[in-house]
């Protein structure tokens, strides 16, 4: 593309872009956006939605179209800070940049852009960027905000129609039968459920049930070969180990995780072995419990693996344990607003206080009996009772 006509050419993928339709319902994230911010950074995994999402924050600047700018960064000939001058001088008032990722020296680019154009930026990136292993740092530049996959509160919205407000942890644990029976009144949480755990945590669903786990597999190689192949600096003949890596994860029940066994039938070391696992977190088709990293180094051995979410069992899982969905739903959806650790008492400690113990609908108290600020979440029930609270209900946290 002759660099000359290439702001001409963007602006007329730019024009077709705006002139799409906007999706009504408005993630999670968007009411986190501090709008004032002169640079906005979304990161996340492929296929959860940030193109719409920057699309959305986008028209809520209420600007003419003209004043504003959409790129893919793996469409542009020019430096991301050319464009931005060039478009700037043209009265441009906000630019759109996205899989920011694909651009060359992106980070440096922001950083000019900040310094030296006055113009907005919202851009979209992998969530495998290696933001604070910038050389330029872009934490006092860039507001970088972290979007993930559909919760089942929000899959209710999108393919239902049911909007429902967000619940805070300490509403759920001091009034979940209450809820629970208000939300029963409506619709049958356990079906609607059942359906998010095979369809729901990406919101391409939308287009279709039969090609949605065709589409989640394309995404996970693409993940693969070209974000984390190309940010690593991995070979493909390691990029296939890692896939691997990722199929031993699936069938490893979390309670009897064992790294030395796991780094001996991937065929790689332990030391590579956490640099894999680093990279699998990194680009979020892991959660990783306990074994915090430092500069890519794993500080202790990680106490629970599970993948990021439950629909990525379906693809990855010869075999699916029970325990590891319902555990591994649980973590996704109490993790984005609180902390959660590792307990040698029940599975997991959460915020410092609470204890949960995730299981059937026949699980007991029998392992957090007399503890204090325990809860039993179980799967396969409607509607709890004291300190017996529904599984489903956690996917109203966000």
């Known amino acids: 593309m002759d660099k000359n006509i290439s702001l001409e050419k963007l602006t007329q993928l730019s024009n077709l872009y705006f002139s799409l339709p ?69 009265g441009g008032k906000l630019l759109i940049i996205d899989e920011i990722h694909k651009a060359q020296n992106f980070a440096l680019e922001l950083k000019t852009i900040y310094d030296f154009v006055d113009i907005k930026v919202i851009f979209s990136g992998s969530s495998a960027l290696e933001i604070e292993n910038s050389k330029i740092d872009l934490s006092r530049r860039v507001l970088f905000y972290e979007l993930h996959s559909l919760s089942f509160r929000e899959f209710l919205a999108i393919k239902y129609d049911i909007n429902l407000p967000i619940l805070k942890l300490d509403n759920i644990l001091n009034s979940h039968q209450d809820i629970a029976t208000s939300i ?29 786990n065709l589409r989640l597999n394309e995404i996970i190689n693409i993940i693969l070969d070209s974000e984390v192949a190309t940010i690593y600096n991995v070979d493909s003949d390691k990029i296939n180990t890692i896939r691997k890596l990722l199929h031993l994860l699936c069938s490893s029940v979390p309670v009897e995780l064992n790294i030395q066994n796991i780094a001996k039938e991937s065929g790689i070391s332990r030391n590579t072995l956490y640099s894999y696992l680093y990279y699998l977190k990194k680009a979020n088709l892991i959660e990783i419990i306990g074994g915090n990293f430092k500069n890519k180094k794993l500080l202790n051995k990680p106490d629970k693996i599970f993948l990021e979410n439950i629909n990525l069992y379906n693809i990855l899982c010869d075999t699916q344990n029970t325990g590891s969905l319902r555990e591994s ?70």
């Open 329 to 398: 739903f649980f973590v996704s959806q109490i993790k984005i607003y609180s902390q959660i650790k590792y307990s040698n008492i029940g599975d997991f400690k959460v915020n410092d206080k609470y204890i949960f113990e995730v299981g059937g609908k026949n699980k007991s108290f029998e392992q957090i009996k007399d503890i204090a600020n325990s809860f039993v979440v179980a799967d396969d029930i409607e509607v709890g009772f004291g300190n017996k609270i529904p599984l489903w209900l956690f996917g109203f946290l966000y």
């Open 184 to 212: 029963k009144k409506q619709f049958k949480p356990l079906e609607y459920f059942n359906y998010y755990k095979e369809f729901g945590t990406y919101p391409f669903f939308t287009e279709g049930e039969l090609g949605y």
């Open 22 to 90: 906007t999706a009504n319902f408005k993630r999670y994230l968007f009411s986190k956006i501090d709008f004032k911010s002169k640079l906005i950074g979304i990161l996340g995994q492929r296929g959860v939605g940030k193109t719409t999402l920057i699309k959305q924050i986008a028209e809520n600047y209420n600007l003419e179209q003209s004043k504003m700018l959409y790129i893919s960064a793996d469409n542009i000939v020019d430096s991301l800070s050319n464009i931005a001058i060039k478009f700037s001088s043209y």
